[in-house]
């Protein structure tokens, strides 16, 4: 049992852009942000990258699933095995697959293995109970940005854009009580963000990602091809919505006889569209964006965004948040509410049925 009251808990996220493993701990009841504790990070090497990335799309017994889990394993006993201080550990995982309306969805990663070597209780699998009552199983972090909205006392709407490898949006109305209340959060993902970019440098230039912009800089946005890519039915679903993040796979084939610098150019503004097409869903317009997630670091995308949204875009670090950190934190934060019986999703986050808790738990000592 968890003792009552605030709890630290460590959460880790590999998240779509396959940059790495973040890890962080948060000191929370489940309900409230206490206070932000240690973080690490772990770069992934080229090869585990290329391991990871060989599974992308596939599901449990296919080909390359059991190596890319093996080290997602790995890496995280490792990152995790520093923090003495964790109560418990809520574990993402390295989505492989996401197909909510079909086959499910996929995270790498057994949190009942990685519970014998840690010696902590491990709360994983957090998306497949979401998808299981009708949710997207995505996104998560919603629960969380609500929390965040209490923690910086934000009095006026607003909404959270992670750019990772994927965007999603998370627009929170904080004068409602709590995240599962109607009315309090709408979320979703809005498009491709930094994978795309990743892969495009990654093929033609051996690169991990286009640093702080300086090739998109330098290239000229084709604006044929995002006026075209913004009229795909995704953009037209009304959310919550998820996304694959090779869903939009074949972008790489529409910039292929683009330049380096032009192709780069062209996939951050569709980036910086996407968010704006999606802004168009927002309740009532937010009273400012707050950037969490590797993009905010590209001022190429920053600048775009500025451009497209009607309100200030800001680094989540204005209001005092670590933009690298916070869906590490995020699944912390959901790891203590999974263990305190909380919904971890409701209706206009994922789209769910009613609101769920998701999440296993795996605890040292129930090997079988
Ligand atoms: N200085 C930088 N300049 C440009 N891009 C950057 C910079 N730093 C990080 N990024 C981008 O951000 C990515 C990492 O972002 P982040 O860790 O938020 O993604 P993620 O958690 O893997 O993805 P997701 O949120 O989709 O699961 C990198 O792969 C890179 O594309
Ligand atoms: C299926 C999956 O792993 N989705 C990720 C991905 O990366 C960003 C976006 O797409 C978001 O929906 C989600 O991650 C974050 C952490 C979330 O669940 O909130």
């Known amino acids: 049992m968890l003792k009552t009251g605030p709890v630290w808990a460590l959460g880790a996220m590999s998240g779509t852009s396959l940059d790495g493993v973040d890890a962080a701990m948060l000191l929370t009841d489940g309900k409230a942000i206490f206070e932000f504790g240690e973080t690490a990070y772990q770069p992934y090497s080229d090869k585990d990258r290329q391991v990871i990335s060989a599974a992308f799309g596939k599901w449990p017994g296919d080909a390359g699933v059991e190596a890319a889990t093996e080290l997602v ?6 990152v995790l095995s520093g923090f003495k201080k964790a109560e418990l550990v809520g574990f993402h995982g390295q989505t492989l697959a996401h197909d909510p309306g079909g086959r499910g969805t996929h995270q790498a990663g057994d949190g009942q293995r990685l519970a014998e070597l840690l010696n902590k209780p491990v709360v ?15 996104p998560l972090a919603p629960f969380f940005h ?15 854009l992670n750019l990772g490898g994927v965007g999603n949006v998370t627009w929170v109305d904080p004068s409602k009580s709590a995240p599962e209340e109607e009315g309090a959060l709408l979320a979703f993902d809005t498009g ?39 009229k795909r039915g995704y953009f037209h ?31 951050t503004a569709i980036a910086a569209a996407s968010v704006g097409k999606g802004m168009e869903h927002c309740p009532v317009p937010p009273e400012r964006v707050l950037v969490c997630g590797g993009g905010r670091h590209n001022r190429v995308l920053m600048a775009l965004l500025a451009g497209v949204l ?22 912390a934060y959901l790891a203590v509410r999974v263990m305190r019986g909380l919904p971890t999703s409701a209706p206009m986050t994922t789209g769910v049925a009613a609101a769920v808790g998701g999440g296993k738990v795996g605890r040292p000592g129930n090997i079988t």
């Open 310 to 331: 009607k309100c200030p875009v800001l680094p989540v670090e204005e209001v005092g948040l670590d933009g690298d950190m916070l869906e590490a934190q995020a699944f």
């Open 146 to 160: 609500f929390a965040c909205a209490k923690w910086i006392k934000a009095d006026a709407p607003l909404v959270f």
């Open 192 to 230: 491709p963000a930094n994978a795309p970019i990743n892969d495009l440098v990654a093929q033609r230039l051996g690169q991990d990602c286009d640093r702080d912009g300086q090739l998109a800089a330098q290239g000229v946005v084709d604006m044929a091809l995002v006026r075209a890519f913004l």
């Open 124 to 138: 994983w699998d957090y998306r497949s109970s979401d998808v299981e009552m009708g949710g997207q199983g995505a």
């Open 237 to 267: 679903q009304v959310p919550p919505k998820s996304l694959d993040r090779n869903k939009f796979g074949d972008l790489l084939q529409q910039v292929s006889g683009h330049s380096d610098a032009d192709a780069v150019a062209t996939l």
């Open 73 to 78: 394993e790995a890496i995280h006993a490792e």
